[in-house]
């Protein structure tokens, strides 16, 4: 589709005043975003109970272009999949103090360190206990 090109859902065409959700209010339909060269990325071999619902090796990968995006990706299969209790998620910010899931607080992200990947790593061994980390890799 070209950049130019207009997609018109059937509702803005309808009779009525000029607001949005009714006739005039268009939107562009770009392309969907690809994923950088430049990105995290984490394969997990799982236990047994859940590599159904893995690749044919019994691997999942979770990739984003940074470690935020993995954790999350990885907290959310375990969320979907696991009959165990979840992790916390991995950490948030609030009034300038970051918290993150084993009670810690700093005042940066532990995520912008040079020990990141250890974070990461420490994260997923509590969030999948019986599985093992096949390859963690920062590519950016």
């Known amino acids: 589709m070209a950049p130019n090109e207009w997609i018109v859902h059937p509702n803005r065409s309808a009779l009525g005043p000029d607001q949005p959700g009714h006739n005039g209010h268009y ?3 770009g392309r969907a975003p690809t994923l950088s060269p430049q990105h995290c990325q984490v394969t997990i071999r799982l236990p047994i ?3 159904k619902y893995g690749d044919s090796d019994g691997t999942v ?3 984003g272009s940074n470690w935020r995006f993995v954790v999350a990706a990885a907290r959310s299969f375990a969320v979907d999949y696991s009959e165990d209790e979840v992790l916390a ?7 300038g103090r970051w918290w993150w899931w084993d009670g810690s607080t700093t005042d940066y992200s ?3 360190t040079s020990d990141a990947e250890a974070h990461v790593r420490r ?4 969030l999948f206990p019986a599985a093992v980390i096949v390859q963690i890799a920062d590519l950016r």
């Open 27 to 29: 939107r562009t339909v």
């Open 49 to 51: 109970p859940l590599q």
């Open 61 to 63: 990968t979770f990739d």
């Open 89 to 95: 998620p991995f950490g948030f910010t609030s009034k």
């Open 110 to 112: 532990i995520l912008d």
């Open 123 to 126: 994260y997923l061994e509590g």
